[in-house]
Protein backbone atom coordinates (compact mmCIF):
# COMPACT_ATOMS: atom_id res chain seq x y z
CA UNK A 1 0.00 0.00 0.00
CA UNK A 2 1.01 3.47 -0.68
CA UNK A 3 1.43 5.93 1.46
CA UNK A 4 -1.88 7.52 0.21
CA UNK A 5 -3.42 4.80 0.66
CA UNK A 6 -3.04 4.98 4.77
CA UNK A 7 -3.67 8.75 4.73
CA UNK A 8 -6.77 9.95 6.44
CA UNK A 9 -8.06 11.68 3.45
CA UNK A 10 -8.20 8.30 1.63
CA UNK A 11 -10.05 6.43 4.55
CA UNK A 12 -12.65 9.27 5.01
CA UNK A 13 -13.16 9.06 1.20
CA UNK A 14 -13.59 5.05 1.43
CA UNK A 15 -16.31 5.92 3.99
CA UNK A 16 -18.46 8.18 1.74
CA UNK A 17 -17.92 5.17 -0.69
CA UNK A 18 -19.19 2.73 1.60
CA UNK A 19 -22.09 5.13 2.94
CA UNK A 20 -23.20 5.20 -1.27
CA UNK A 21 -22.44 1.30 -1.46
CA UNK A 22 -24.71 1.56 1.27
CA UNK A 23 -27.36 3.97 -0.17
CA UNK A 24 -27.21 1.45 -3.49
CA UNK A 25 -28.51 -1.54 -1.70
CA UNK A 26 -31.52 0.17 -0.70
CA UNK A 27 -32.21 1.28 -4.14
CA UNK A 28 -31.77 -2.59 -5.15
CA UNK A 29 -33.75 -4.29 -2.42
CA UNK A 30 -36.70 -1.83 -3.83
CA UNK A 31 -36.40 -2.69 -7.21
CA UNK A 32 -35.84 -6.27 -6.15
CA UNK A 33 -32.74 -6.87 -8.00
CA UNK A 34 -31.50 -9.78 -5.83
CA UNK A 35 -28.66 -10.59 -8.27
CA UNK A 36 -26.86 -7.05 -8.19
CA UNK A 37 -27.64 -7.16 -4.61
CA UNK A 38 -25.07 -9.99 -4.40
CA UNK A 39 -22.38 -8.81 -6.12
CA UNK A 40 -22.62 -5.09 -4.41
CA UNK A 41 -22.70 -7.03 -0.90
CA UNK A 42 -18.95 -8.36 -2.09
CA UNK A 43 -17.86 -5.28 -3.09
CA UNK A 44 -19.54 -3.89 0.25
CA UNK A 45 -17.36 -6.51 1.95
CA UNK A 46 -14.25 -6.17 0.73
CA UNK A 47 -13.92 -2.14 0.95
CA UNK A 48 -14.91 -2.61 4.67
CA UNK A 49 -12.05 -5.61 5.13
CA UNK A 50 -9.88 -2.64 3.85
CA UNK A 51 -11.03 -0.13 6.43
CA UNK A 52 -8.88 0.42 9.55
CA UNK A 53 -9.81 -1.14 12.74
CA UNK A 54 -10.24 2.92 14.05
CA UNK A 55 -12.33 5.62 11.41
CA UNK A 56 -10.42 8.59 11.50
CA UNK A 57 -12.34 11.29 12.68
CA UNK A 58 -13.07 12.83 8.66
CA UNK A 59 -14.94 9.84 8.67
CA UNK A 60 -17.48 10.64 11.05
CA UNK A 61 -20.31 12.19 8.53
CA UNK A 62 -19.91 9.35 6.26
CA UNK A 63 -20.02 6.91 8.96
CA UNK A 64 -23.19 8.79 10.44
CA UNK A 65 -24.61 8.45 6.96
CA UNK A 66 -23.61 4.78 6.68
CA UNK A 67 -25.20 3.91 9.60
CA UNK A 68 -28.57 5.65 8.95
CA UNK A 69 -28.68 4.39 5.72
CA UNK A 70 -27.75 0.38 6.86
CA UNK A 71 -31.06 1.12 9.42
CA UNK A 72 -33.31 2.53 6.73
CA UNK A 73 -31.80 -1.28 4.70
CA UNK A 74 -32.64 -3.01 7.57
CA UNK A 75 -36.50 -1.81 7.62
CA UNK A 76 -36.97 -2.49 4.00
CA UNK A 77 -35.75 -5.85 4.69
CA UNK A 78 -38.32 -6.40 7.43
CA UNK A 79 -40.97 -4.83 5.43
CA UNK A 80 -39.94 -6.99 2.08
CA UNK A 81 -39.91 -10.38 4.69
CA UNK A 82 -43.46 -9.31 5.73
CA UNK A 83 -44.95 -8.98 1.97
CA UNK A 84 -43.13 -12.09 1.13
CA UNK A 85 -44.65 -13.93 4.04
CA UNK A 86 -48.10 -12.32 3.35
CA UNK A 87 -47.66 -13.33 0.07
CA UNK A 88 -47.16 -16.58 1.20
CA UNK A 89 -50.15 -17.13 3.18
CA UNK A 90 -52.41 -15.36 0.44
CA UNK A 91 -51.02 -18.28 -2.01
CA UNK A 92 -51.71 -20.91 0.66
CA UNK A 93 -55.43 -19.34 1.13
CA UNK A 94 -56.19 -19.17 -2.02
CA UNK A 95 -55.01 -22.93 -2.28
CA UNK A 96 -56.87 -24.37 0.54
CA UNK A 97 -60.18 -22.42 -1.41
CA UNK A 98 -59.41 -23.86 -4.73
CA UNK A 99 -59.18 -27.31 -3.53
CA UNK A 100 -62.65 -26.19 -1.75
CA UNK A 101 -64.32 -26.43 -4.96
CA UNK A 102 -62.92 -29.14 -6.79
CA UNK A 103 -65.11 -32.45 -7.34
CA UNK A 104 -65.15 -34.54 -4.44
CA UNK A 105 -62.75 -37.45 -5.65
CA UNK A 106 -63.92 -41.05 -5.10
CA UNK A 107 -62.56 -43.19 -2.76
CA UNK A 108 -59.71 -45.97 -4.13
CA UNK A 109 -61.51 -49.17 -4.58
CA UNK A 110 -58.78 -51.66 -3.37
CA UNK A 111 -58.44 -55.20 -4.58
CA UNK A 112 -57.82 -58.01 -1.68
CA UNK A 113 -55.44 -60.18 -3.85
CA UNK A 114 -55.02 -62.71 -1.13
CA UNK A 115 -56.04 -66.39 -1.52
Do not use: F, W
Not at 16 to 36: F, Q, W
Amino acid sequence: MSSAEHSPEHHAASYETLARLIERELELICTRDYEALETLKSERDALIASLPQTPPASARPALQRAALMNKRLEIEILRLREALLLDAANVERVGRTARGYSPPREPRRHVEASA
